[in-house]
Each structure stands twice: as C-alpha cells, then as structure tokens.
C-alpha cells in the first residue's frame, strides 16, 4: 500500500472517531430541535459535567470503593454519566422548558439556556477550579494496527459505542410506540396532542434522552479533550455548527454532517496545522449558510403571516 | 428608489401602533401612559443633566483606583449593553457574537497605534469603521437568516474573529498578547486643566461622557420613524417587507451601527487594561452583555444602561463568595426571562402602575 494512500486513510479514520464524538453531542441538539423548535445551549456543560461525573465516578468510587479494574471502572463511568446527563435533562425541563413551552416566543427558552450554561459553567468553575484535570482512559494506551494503520483501543470504543447509540435511537424512532409517537409530536404537536397522545411527557422524554447522548459524550471525550469546566464549551460550538450544516432536526443529516467535519478536521490538522481547526470549520458553516441557508437537507417550515 | 424610506407613522400614533400588534406585548412596555402623555412627550434635558451630574460626582462617591476601575468598566459594559441592544431588542435580530466586534475595535486600534504609531484619536474612528465594516459582513448573513439560524451564524462569526485573533501572530501576536498598551494622550481642556487619562476617574469621565452622547443619539434615532421601521421589522418582518420596508437594508443599517459602537467601546479597553489577549473576547463576553440587555429591559432605552450598571457592580459587591459570584450572571439571566422577561425597567413600571391604581381607590 502505498504511502499516501495509508495517510488518507489513517486521517479518513480518525476523522471518523472524531465525527462520532461530535455526532453524539449533535444529536441531542437536533433531537430537542426536531421535537419542539427549542436549542438548549446548556447542553454544552452536560456534556462537561458528563466528562466529570465520568471522572470522578471511574477514578474515585469505582477503582477505590468498589476495587474494579480500570478498564471495568471507566466502562461503568458511562453509565453515571448518562444517568448525570439524563437528571440534568429532566431539571432544565421541569425549570425552563417546561414553563416557557406554551408562550410561543421563539427565543427566551434560549435566551434562559444560555442563562443556564452561564450558571453550570461558573458554578463548575468555582467547584472544580480552572486547571486541567487528566482524565487517562485505560483504552488509550491500547494501540492498534491493521496494516499501515494505527488506532486506540479508545478510539475504536468510542466509533462502537456511537454506532450503538445511533443504531438503539434509530430502532426506538421507527420501531417503538413511543418512538413513533414522537415523531407525531414532531410532525404536528397540536395533531399529535389530538390523537391522544401526552405531549408534555414526550418532549420531556425527549430531552432527557438528548441529555444522557450529552452525558455519553462527555465520558467518551473525557480522556480526549482537555477537562476542564470549559471542555463543553469548545465542542458545543462545532457541535452548533453541525446541527446547522446538516439542516436543524434532521437526525441523518446531523450524523453525515458530524462525520464530515470529523474528517474535514483531522485532514485541517495533518496539512494546515491544528490551529485553523476551528477557523475552516467555521469558515464552511458561514460558506454553507450563505450558499444554503437551510443546510443539507432543509427542515419543512412554514411561514405563518 | 423603492424601499428606500421607511413608511413614515406620525410619532402621535406610534405608541397604539405598537399596543395593536399582540406580539408587542412581549417586547414593548405596558401602555399604561396617559393620552396627554403621548401627545405632549415629557422634557428629556433634565434626565440628561441629571446623568451628567451622576456622572461628575460618581468619581468623587467611589474613591481609590480600583473602584473607579470599575467605574471605567461599568462605562464601557454600558455602551455594549446599548449596541447589543439595538440589534436584538429594537431590530430583533439574535446576534450572539457582538463580542467580536469589541475585539476588532480594540485590535484595530491598538495596532494601529503601536504598529504603525497612529494618533490615538486618528486611531478610533479608524476602529469604528472597521468594526462596522465587520458588522455589516455579519448583515449579509443576517440578511437571509433568522432566529437560531443568525443566532448560531453570529456564534459561528465570533469564533471566526477570535480564532484570527490567536492565529495571526504577525500582527496580533497571538496568545502571546500585546503588552504595555498606554492610555490615550493627556488632553489640556482650558480652565478645566490637563486630563491625564491614566488616572482612572479621568478615563471614567471621557468613556461615560461618549456613552451619554450614544445614548442620546440612540435615543433620537429610535423615536424617528427610523426607529420605528427598525421596530417593525421585529415584530413582523413579512408585515414589514409588504409595508415596503427593505428588511435587508435596515438589518444590516441595525446590525452595522451596534457592531461600530461595540468597536468604539473596544477603543478604550486596551489602554485602560494596558494588556490585549484574545481570551478577553471569548464568546462567554458575548453572554454577558447579553444578560446585561435582558436584565435591564430588552429593546428599552434605559434598561440595558440599567442592566449594566447592575451587572457590573453586583459581582463586587459579591466578593465574600470567592469565585461562586459569577453565577450571578447566569441566575440574573435565567430569573430575568423566566420571571421578569420585560426587565428591570417593565417591573418598575408594573410597580408604579400598581401605586398609582391603589392612589386612586
């Protein structure tokens, strides 16, 4: 094989890790976004607070209290990030979006998030403190090789673990009454409230599972970004990015576009310098929005007169 | 020239306007104001004197440098209070990136005078031109977008400007920052002596002084018609566009000002800090202002004044709780719109309509 050819491919990889990281934090944002018009910005510091609920639950309790190997503690540290994730979905349900849900104003529900963010965010400050924790996930030591090929036990955890998560949301979505009842809700709420079926409790599930997807990511980024009580905030905003690139609420244009800028970055990292990450990102959003303000694959909207 | 001008409502009849449209009652004030009071517009100069005071004995109520450090501060929060404010509250348009534009006018500045050794006061309009400059490229997204869309466009902006702030090290050295940036020059004002505006109660002075003329602009500008079509396009940007205003023009004229009177504001920064770092225009600087307008009473003359006033002194007065103070901006912020979504300036007014009622009975 030739060389070139195993450097695209090694950077299509671990663009494809990356993607998945950003996939999983995307999709809570476009899940909320498709079931009731709404962007939780707070979503960004459940994603940190799921980094260091991941943290403290794989390097204190699990290791120290319940004596489990490391690769079994930090396992286990996914689950208490979801579980952070999901209460943390529930509480800005029952604070904000629940009380704002019925008047009508598109943008004090997200107003009142970045209020939120603002809050976790310095309230994590304040607790944590700004220095960097360093958060060793057993599998990134593990190599692997396939060829001329390299990757971390870690990074092929985090592309199952998304695959799973995409795959079980897609089989609640098309195979499950619930599921299909929220995708009612979506298409028509006051229809779907008609039908007989309780809006109320959907769109709070709905944001509790988009929730514990933040708090998943968080423990999978954990050992991959640096820790600290702004982790959320630097991913949050690609994440943004990727929502709008693949059209607001639409769950496949969300996971294409999140594996494309993976990929966009890692080869922005191998021939620009990883500096620019951020700047070529944000430049093709601003191309994109200019180009198709709608992104990839347009949301249906109608214009109310 | 279609579009050109906006529909011109007689002032008399603006305020019922406003009343009629039902989504006005989220933004505007509750009209509880007397007819009389709609036709004859009370005396504003005493308000303006009354500011001007405020402002001459403030330095002499707050001694030491470091409260009338935060004087200075609290000055040049107010006037990105107000620019952030004319883009989201009196046109509509959800920008979350005003920060970068105070970063352009203290970048521009900066290295225009140290760079390439510009007068301070060459430099400034210098800056406001560029920063509006930047604004108006922000417009022609906004020109096409709405709601969460600009919202996260402008987000996406900031990051833009703030990445070009770290990578450009030729001109903005990068992380490294700008270091030992001077005030501006003393001033020598007749009688009044020379102004030395390394003393901070001096610099509070020139920076509070431009904000009560940008205030009083603003204030102008927003009861003329123009005023009111940038109004309009708040409320309804479709009713606005079949009235025949141009929704693009006036987004970008909204956009392009408050991006010009945050790179004003940013002029002054730099030199009061004596440092320059991109991390001081990180997107959280964005937020803050934003609390700032929403705190105060979004698309309200005063309450964004207000707003900053109130979220710059209460974090010091907060000291005694180390670094849990600055959730004071994120509780602020989320009560606000979550209770009091008019702002300090609506709940006054709630209060005083409720005084007056129980004068009568």
């Known amino acids: 094989m030739p060389d070139i050819l195993a450097l695209v491919l090694q950077q299509t990889l671990n663009g494809v890790y990356l993607g998945c990281l950003y996939v999983l934090v995307a999709l809570g944002l476009t899940l909320i976004y498709g079931v009731m018009n709404q962007i939780n910005f707070a979503h960004a510091d459940f994603v940190t607070i799921g980094a260091f609920t991941a943290f403290f639950s794989a390097s204190r309790l699990a290791t120290h209290v319940l004596g489990l190997p490391d690769a079994t503690a930090y396992l286990l540290s996914i689950f208490f990030a979801m579980g952070a994730g999901a209460l943390l979905g529930y509480l800005i349900n029952a604070a904000v979006f629940a009380p704002l849900r019925d008047r009508g104003d598109e943008l004090r529900p997200l107003i009142a998030t970045i209020g939120v963010s603002v809050l976790l965010e310095n309230g994590q400050l304040a607790l944590f403190g700004p220095i960097p924790y360093s958060f060793d996930s057993p599998f990134t030591q593990h190599t692997l090789r396939l060829g001329k090929i390299f990757f971390s036990a870690q990074s092929l955890l985090v592309v199952v673990v998304a695959?799973?998560?995409?795959?079980?949301?897609?089989a609640f979505m098309r195979h499950t009454y619930l599921g299909k009842a929220l995708r009612a809700v979506s298409q028509d709420r006051e229809t779907a409230g008609l039908m007989g079926i309780n809006e109320r409790y959907l769109i709070g599930l709905t944001i509790v599972i988009a929730s514990a997807l933040a708090g998943l990511a968080g423990a999978l980024l954990g050992p991959v970004?640096?820790?600290?009580?702004?982790?959320?905030?630097?991913?949050?905003?690609?994440?943004?990015?990727?929502?709008?690139?693949?059209?607001?609420?639409?769950?496949?244009?969300?996971?294409?576009a999140g594996i494309l800028v993976g990929i966009i970055e890692a080869f922005t990292v191998q021939y620009l310098g990883s500096g620019l990450i951020d700047l070529v990102v944000f430049v093709l959003l601003l191309a994109m929005l200019a180009v198709r303000p709608t992104g990839l694959i347009a949301e249906r909207r109608e214009e109310n007169v | 020239m279609s579009g050109a001008l906006p529909p011109l409502t007689p002032p008399e009849r603006a305020p019922s306007a406003a009343a009629a449209s039902p989504v006005a009652a989220s933004h505007a004030l509750p009209s509880s104001e007397p007819a009389e009071r709609v036709l004859r517009p009370p005396l504003r100069w005493p308000g303006y004197v009354a500011a001007l005071l405020l402002i001459a004995l403030l330095p002499f109520a707050l001694k030491g440098a470091y409260w009338q450090g935060i004087l200075v501060v609290c000055a040049m929060n107010v006037l990105l209070a107000m620019s952030l404010n004319l883009v989201i509250g009196d046109c509509g348009q959800l920008n979350l990136g005003q920060s970068a534009f105070f970063a352009i006018g203290a970048y521009v500045s900066t290295v225009l005078l140290k760079s390439h050794g510009w007068p301070f006061w060459w430099a400034v309009p210098a800056a406001i031109l560029a920063a509006g400059a930047l604004g108006l490229l922000l417009a022609a997204f906004a020109a096409r977008l709405r709601g969460h869309y600009l919202g996260i466009a402008s987000l996406g902006f900031a990051v833009i400007v703030y990445q070009v702030l770290v990578n450009w090290e030729s001109?903005?050295?990068?992380?490294?920052?700008?270091?030992?940036?001077?005030?501006?020059?003393?001033?020598?004002?007749?009688?009044?002596?020379?102004?030395?505006?390394?003393?901070?109660?001096?610099?509070?002075?020139?920076?509070?002084?431009?904000?009560?003329?940008?205030?009083?602009?603003?204030?102008?500008?927003?009861?003329?018609?123009?005023?009111?079509?940038?109004?309009?396009?708040?409320?309804?940007?479709?009713?606005?566009?079949?009235?025949?205003?141009?929704?693009?023009?006036?987004?970008?004229?909204?956009?392009?000002?408050?991006?010009?009177?945050?790179?004003?504001?940013?002029?002054?920064?730099?030199?009061?800090?004596?440092?320059?770092?991109?991390?001081?225009?990180?997107?959280?600087?964005?937020?803050?202002?934003?609390?700032?307008?929403?705190?105060?009473?979004?698309?309200?003359?005063?309450?964004?004044?207000?707003?900053?006033?109130?979220?710059?002194?209460?974090?010091?007065?907060?000291?005694?709780?180390?670094?849990?103070?600055?959730?004071?901006?994120?509780?602020?912020?989320?009560?606000?719109?979550?209770?009091?979504?008019?702002?300090?300036?609506?709940?006054?007014?709630?209060?005083?309509?409720?005084?007056?009622?129980?004068?009568?009975?």
């Open chain 1, 163 to 170: 695959a799973l998560a995409i795959g079980g949301l897609h």
């Open chain 1, 225 to 256: 970004i640096v820790l600290t009580p702004f982790a959320g905030s630097s991913v949050i905003v690609k994440a943004f990015a990727i929502v709008i690139i693949g059209g607001f609420g639409n769950m496949e244009g969300t996971i294409i």
């Open chain 2, 171 to 361: 001109v903005t050295q990068g992380v490294r920052g700008i270091y030992g940036i001077r005030p501006p020059p003393p001033m020598t004002l007749g009688p009044l002596g020379v102004i030395e505006f390394s003393n901070p109660a001096h610099l509070f002075y020139l920076v509070a002084l431009i904000a009560l003329l940008v205030y009083g602009v603003l204030d102008n500008l927003m009861r003329s018609p123009v005023g009111e079509t940038l109004r309009s396009i708040r409320e309804d940007e479709i009713s606005a566009a079949s009235l025949g205003v141009n929704p693009a023009r006036w987004k970008a004229f909204s956009v392009g000002l408050g991006a010009a009177i945050a790179g004003l504001a940013g002029c002054f920064y730099p030199g009061f800090v004596g440092t320059l770092v991109p991390d001081a225009f990180s997107i959280v600087e964005s937020f803050t202002m934003l609390a700032m307008v929403i705190v105060g009473g979004l698309g309200t003359r005063v309450g964004p004044v207000i707003g900053a006033v109130v979220l710059t002194f209460l974090p010091e007065l907060l000291r005694d709780f180390g670094d849990w103070r600055l959730m004071v901006y994120g509780i602020a912020l989320t009560l606000c719109v979550l209770f009091m979504p008019g702002g300090m300036v609506q709940a006054w007014q709630l209060v005083r309509a409720r005084w007056a009622r129980q004068g009568v009975h």
